[in-house]
């Protein structure tokens, strides 16, 4: 039973605490990603002013507000647990954050809003990938409040990124005629796994 006894939550023992062996991990994951929301918060406006397409604007500035509130739940899911909330530095979301700042360079209005949305959906993948990690932890933990928090999360992390394709697809990024532009090769490649399969057979 010693081992239990490094952790405590509020003072309560957590003996019955499932999967442990996550206790670190889970806590070290929830410092990186409050440091890197709190770092999205500084870097998303910088986004939406070097956007020129409108919606691409709104989507961010949307996605800002949220992500204030992915700061907060972060907060909660830390005291859901016990823990006082604390950053360590994020290295990928610093270095995704530059990506964007690069984005924001190009000096081509379109060159810029597409290299914008590509900076963004990085993050946004990076930021699904954390929480769906993190979100399954606490559940194996029996972590329930921390579990739920995250997956609200989550989900406004995926809403995001599908946002951004749309946006992509159908608004910003419309090619001369109107219509965004899927060459016959990538729409073919889409059905790729079917094909494959005929070709076996
Ligand atoms: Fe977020």
Redesign the pocket.
């Known amino acids: 039973m010693r081992q239990h006894e490094k952790h405590s939550m509020g003072g309560a023992a957590v003996a019955e605490m499932p999967n442990e062996h996550l206790h670190e991990p889970f806590v070290e994951g929830l410092k990186d990603m409050y440091d890197a ?1 709190k770092r ?1 918060v500084k870097a998303i406006p910088k986004l939406v002013k070097a956007a020129s397409c409108e919606s691409l604007k709104q989507g961010l500035s949307k996605h800002l507000k ?2 204030a509130g ?1 700061v907060n739940r972060l907060e909660k899911v830390f005291q859901s647990i016990g823990e006082t909330a604390k950053t360590k530095t994020c290295p990928a979301m610093k270095g995704l954050v530059e990506e964007g700042a690069d984005a924001t360079n190009e000096d081509d209005e379109r060159s810029r809003d597409a290299a914008i949305i590509a900076a963004a959906q990085k993050v946004e993948h990076y ?1 699904i990938a954390s929480y769906g990690t993190l979100r399954t932890w606490a559940e194996a933990m029996g972590h329930n409040e921390a579990a739920d928090l995250l997956e609200e ?1 989550l989900n ?2 995926k809403a995001a990124d599908k946002k951004l394709t749309e946006i992509a697809k159908t608004e910003c990024n419309k090619a001369e005629s109107g219509e965004f532009e899927v060459s016959e090769e990538s729409e073919e490649s889409e059905d790729s796994d079917e094909e494959e399969t005929e070709e076996e057979q």
């Open positions: 929301e999205l949220e992500t992915h930021e999360t406004e992390e």
